[in-house]
């Protein structure tokens, strides 16, 4: 009796302190795990997956960008969301992850371009349609840390994830992570169809594709598409570069790849959670421009550590804190710019991420050869505190 109401106090803490249910809340980050795993997975392991892909390091960064081009449609998709459900999108989404995942480990050369478009094409359906979902249940006190419960899934998927994928690389060739995940995709997209229960609040189809346009003519949406294509140049920077660096400078296998991404997904856990708890108090644009701010200087940092490993490693891992946090800070005050078209706007959001996405690896994998280490973190570095200056400027921190 005593354990059932133990139970039953915890369910009610956690129905208080987030706003949903400890179930829901454990269903959604299992799901956003498997997503967060397959798209972060060839990162830390550029040189070994495209060395199975039979192709350079160069081209696989051109592979990653038009992975990363496939945010176009994003809007079309957050639309679809307002319209039709969030579930509905986001079984989609999976069951993209599914074909995507598999067809990778049979693929060779330019010949991934196919499937890596069906993985990028679940990042930017599933990832708009769960902020949307979660910001739909929960009050808008509480909502920051709700999306925090579920946004530590990537920082999980680095600390505990990335070992295993590097382990499974190393042991068994670097298909069979792929192998796995599409299993787990297909598994995720039939529990989501048939046992997510759909929210009630939902954006008319009429108004949510009235809005598009009209969202596109408001400065603060325009100010948060910058924000979020300046941000995550940035970060296509970070989640590109140091595996690259480390490999050519310092050796490293795809087993010493993973347990750096570990130590990486654990002060992206710790910048979440530190984010979940103060993001709601300390107000959302404040919040975002700390870790913003605080990210530019550390990317300007790290070309001081010059052949010191330990020194490298420690400013890798304040950097990314700083990253993450600002990450889970930003997308609870995205959600505000439109709160009666948030799955669109989350939508717009994740084309402006994709456009970073695509633009970063590009710029690592170019300036690498050419210019070097300095180079690539000045331009992160920059282009993080254009970010910080237009959330200063133009973002709103405000229900409407």
Known sequence: ??????????????????GISIGLIVSLFSVRLIVDTSFRMLYPFVPQISE????????FGWLLMIRSS????????????????RRKIMAFALLSQFVGMAGISYATGWWTVLPLLFCGL??????????????DLVPFERRGRALASTDIAFAVSGMVMMPIVGRLINDYGWRTPFWGLSILSIIAAILTWNYL?????????KQASVNMWELLRRRNIQASMGVSMLFFVGVGIYMTFWSIWLSADFGFDALDLGLMAQQIGMAELLGAILAGLVVDR????????????????????????????LTIRILLIITVFWV???????????????PN???????????????????????????WDWQGLAAITTVASVSLALAAGLIALFLNDTVE
């Not at 106090?9 to 956690?14: A, H, P, R, S």
């Not at 799955?343 to 690896?361: D, E, H, K, R, S």
Request: net charge positive; glycine share 10%.
């Open 197 to 205: 229960p759909e929210t009630k609040k939902r954006t008319l189809g």
């Open 324 to 338: 993450e946090l600002g990450i889970v800070s930003l997308f609870p005050l995205y959600g505000e710019q439109a």
């Open 70 to 85: 496939s945010a176009i449609f994003s809007p079309m998709i957050g639309s679809l969301a307002d319209r039709y459900g």
């Open 52 to 59: 199975g892909l039979q192709v350079s390091i160069t081209v």
């Open 282 to 309: 300390l107000g959302k644009r404040r919040t975002s421009l700390i870790g913003v701010l605080a990210s530019a200087i550390m990317f300007a940092l790290i070309p001081l550590a010059r052949e010191n490993l």
């Open 122 to 135: 679940t990042v930017n359906a599933y990832l708009p349609a769960q902020q949307a979902y979660i910001s």
């Open 341 to 367: 078209a948030r799955a669109t706007m989350f939508a717009l959001i994740a084309l402006g991420n994709g456009i970073g996405l695509a633009v970063g690896p590009i710029i690592t994998t170019s300036l």
């Open 1 to 18: 009796m005593g354990e059932v109401n133990n139970k039953s106090t915890l369910g009610m803490w956690v129905q208080h302190f987030f």
